[in-house]
């Protein structure tokens, strides 16, 4: 015998989505529209009343089976979004255009020669020609040149960067629920930051030894305090703002 009041989950029940024959077709849901915009309110409105009475008439929320179908639901937002980061790049193209500086002159070196900005870190890797070390056995020689060692360093981050989605292999979410992998990704976030600042070591207010011993320092730093802080919220935002979601799922 089951409680009237229960939420059904055998299909007999009404439930939240409506079945397939109260569902409006295609060119129903078309015709009753006005442009894109008019579409988007009903998806983000409906995606909303959905979840609410979900949250009333279920003892938890099952995420890992509530979704919306990709047509309409999730191209009606996806478009919606890129229609804004699109308009938001030709607006800032049409009013702030980039700066053309002074014909590159192939007879002279700059004094500054930098890549682009997404290529900083990859860039402050070659600049590691202090960690390179000097073998006595070699006549304290070097074992590589230091353009050599700043190569095999680029091969060896973008190798740990590679393996660390196959170490990895848990469930979780959010970052809360694995501290120290959430801690591995600021320490990550952070060391491309610093490493990024050594190879414009030049033109930073700062002193070039200072700079070098903070590309170190600030990742390790950065995800120490992540994983703390991490930690110290994980039983508390478990059990009190997400209790239903774990009653489904609870952690390990």
């Known amino acids: ?4 009041n229960e939420p059904q989950t055998d299909g007999s029940g009404t439930g939240i989505v409506p079945p397939d024959d109260e569902t409006p077709s295609w060119l129903e849901r078309k015709q009753r529209t006005q442009g894109l915009s008019r579409l988007t309110y009903e998806y983000f409105e409906r995606a909303r009343r959905e979840d609410q009475d979900l949250r009333q008439e279920s ?3 099952e995420r890992d089976v509530l979704a ?3 047509w309409p639901h999730e191209m009606i937002r996806n478009l919606s979004i890129t229609s804004f980061f699109v ?3 030709l607006f800032l193209s049409a009013t702030l255009p980039p700066h053309l500086g002074a014909p590159a002159d192939p007879s002279s070196t700059p004094a500054i020669i930098l890549p682009d900005w997404y290529l900083y870190w990859s860039f402050g890797l070659l600049k590691l020609g202090p960690l390179n070390p000097e073998l006595a056995i ?3 020689e070097k074992l ?5 060692y700043g190569v095999v360093a680029n091969v060896v981050v973008v190798g740990i960067i590679a393996i660390v989605p196959f170490l990895n292999k848990g469930s979780a979410r959010r970052p809360v629920e694995q501290p120290f992998w959430a801690a591995v990704g600021i320490f990550g976030v952070t060391f491309a930051l610093t490493i990024s600042g050594l190879s414009i070591k030049n033109l930073l207010p700062i002193n070039s030894h200072l700079a070098f011993d903070l590309t170190f320092l600030l990742p390790f730093v950065a995800g120490f305090i992540s994983y703390a802080v991490l930690k110290a919220m ?3 935002y478990m059990f009190s703002l997400n209790r239903r979601y774990y009653r489904l799922r609870p952690p390990k």
């Open 1 to 4: 015998m089951t409680d009237d």
């Open 87 to 89: 308009g938001m790049i």
């Open 144 to 148: 590589m040149a230091d353009r050599t």
């Open 59 to 61: 003892s938890y929320v």
């Open 68 to 70: 919306f179908p990709t």
């Open 234 to 236: 994980r039983e508390g």
């Open 138 to 140: 070699l006549g304290g």
